[in-house]
């Protein structure tokens, strides 16, 4: 039997990294397999449901590269198909025509709730009190229809939902590949609708009819599902359908433990591609919250694939760490391929620099692509790690660079700016040569005059070494730069 999993998002907002994270664990558990994943888009909520939240979820799922091995299904094209079910398990005493409307039900909670308070006045007997609770657990107990069992319509044009004829007796169990063997007894579960009094079907059908058409061997999703799936496993049965495997993955949640929210990082997951996350660090920091496997830290989706398990996903819920995230991230930039990498950080670099991004800035940003790929976590902050190469930061020096352009320290550049404009070969090899042999000559340390000329290329921006420095540079500016703080000194000389 070829395994199919399915990720399906509700289009009634973003793809958040809680779906994002299911897709994936589902993705993997499918490509481990050699089966199917595939997408459907649940849309039944037409009051909620948006063409926006539609596209952004798709966008989200191409940006991870959870591509689906089939077309998109969407749930909402198949109203018809779900109302044949319906009626097919009305035909097979499955399932029946309830007549009760929506006010008696809110008559039946109301009286329920008034009972349960009553219970709680003063002055009652044990007796009295105990009288009350039984009336407000009946009232509130899950629903059973009195047309459950074929009693006769109120009249002959009475508006009608279809309902489940949930089971009466014993429990309903099912064998989680997360969570373990969870049960509920029957009765907690009530005659659910199937059919609305508009005919339209509602999501507990839909889902199952839906799983089952698309031949779902295993629905992996988030344990807030765990209740429903109690309330579906009767429908696969009431159809003589086979009932899929199901994993139930604990939630995500902050670093303090509560509930995850926007304040702990609970974006949408293309808002981190906006704040310059690559797709593979995404998914490596997601599929490392709740799983693993042995000691490894990072995985790419091909060796994700080969080890996936569900039998590796913890119980409990995951914490959402940014820290973490950053640093999965900044693995994933050194190891990005040059050419992809510049591609990646163009928009940032371009937004940095402005009309300062000229053909020359953009060869010295591709030259020390290489080495820079350390320099960032995000490609925001790597792109901004580049700011030397564009600017020397002449007019807005920091302490430390005014302190190194000062007094003998000048002298002392201006000696060093004779010897560099003298090296044949442009190169940080023979830049450094080049600095480390006027050392040695003068009886100097590095640490004196790497102060001036670092102050003077970069105006104390962060920057590597000097050598590549001015290697990335070029003669040109390197010189340039220089020339103009020592020009700077003659004019205060000669005021």
Not at 322 to 331: E, I, Q, S, T
Request: aromatic share 6%.
């Amino acid at each position: 039997m070829t395994t199919i999993t399915r990720f399906a998002p509700s289009p009634t907002g973003m793809l958040h990294i809680g779906g994002a994270r299911t897709a994936l664990f589902n993705y993997l558990y499918a490509r481990r397999n050699q089966g199917k994943f595939l997408l459907r888009i649940e849309d039944t909520d037409k009051a909620r449901s948006t063409q926006d939240a539609v596209d952004a979820i798709l966008d989200g799922m191409s940006w991870l590269g959870l591509e689906a091995d089939e077309a998109v299904t969407y749930q909402g094209a198949r109203a018809e198909r779900h109302a044949e079910c319906a009626h097919a398990m009305v035909e097979a005493g499955k399932a029946f025509r309830c007549y009760v409307t929506p006010e008696e039900l809110q008559e039946r909670r109301e009286k329920g709730e008034a009972a349960r308070a009553a219970a709680k006045e003063d002055g009652l007997s044990e007796a009295d009190k105990a009288e009350r609770l039984a009336d407000a657990e009946a009232l509130l107990a899950p629903f059973r229809s009195p047309y459950r069992d074929g009693a006769p319509a109120p009249d002959g044009d009475a508006p009608y939902t279809v309902r489940l004829k949930a089971p009466d007796d014993g429990e309903i169990r099912v064998h989680d590949k997360v969570q373990g063997d969870v049960r509920v007894k029957a009765r907690e579960i009530d005659d659910l609708i199937l059919l609305r009094a508009d005919g339209t079907p509602t999501y507990m059908l839909a889902v199952v009819v839906d799983d089952h058409d698309m031949g779902i061997t295993q629905v992996i999703r988030g344990d807030d599902h765990l209740r429903n799936t109690f309330r579906q496993k009767p429908i696969y049965e009431a159809m003589g359908w086979p009932v899929p495997e199901f994993a139930h993955v604990p939630m995500i949640h902050g670093d303090d433990g509560a509930k995850l929210s926007k304040r702990h990082g609970a974006l949408s997951t293309t808002a981190y591609r906006d704040m310059g996350y690559l797709p593979e660090a995404m998914n490596a920091y997601l599929l490392r919250l709740g799983w693993s496997h042995g000691d490894q830290e990072i995985f790419t989706l091909d060796e994700a694939a080969s080890v996936f398990s569900l039998d590796a996903i913890n119980k409990s819920p995951a914490r959402l760490d940014l820290a973490k995230l950053n640093d999965v991230n900044a693995h994933f930039i050194r190891a990005c391929d040059d050419d992809r990498l510049l591609s990646l950080l163009s928009p940032w670099l371009e937004e940095a620099a402005g009309d300062q991004m000229t053909s020359d800035v953009a060869d010295r940003i591709r030259h020390a692509l290489p080495s820079m790929k350390d320099r960032g976590a995000t490609l925001p902050e790597l792109a901004e790690a580049f700011r030397f190469l564009w600017t020397s930061n002449a007019d807005n020096l920091n302490k430390k660079a005014r302190k190194a352009l000062s007094g003998d320290k000048l002298d002392t550049l201006a000696q060093l700016r004779q010897t560099i404009a003298n090296v044949t070969e442009w190169s940080d090899t023979a830049l450094q040569h080049t600095l480390t042999s006027y050392c040695e000559q003068n009886d100097l340390s590095f640490g004196q005059i790497g102060p001036p000329i670092r102050a003077a290329l970069t105006g104390g921006l962060p920057a590597p070494d000097l050598a590549p420095v001015m290697s990335w540079l070029g003669r040109s500016e390197t010189l340039a730069r220089i020339d103009f703080h020592l020009a700077s000194k003659d004019e205060a000389q000669d005021q």
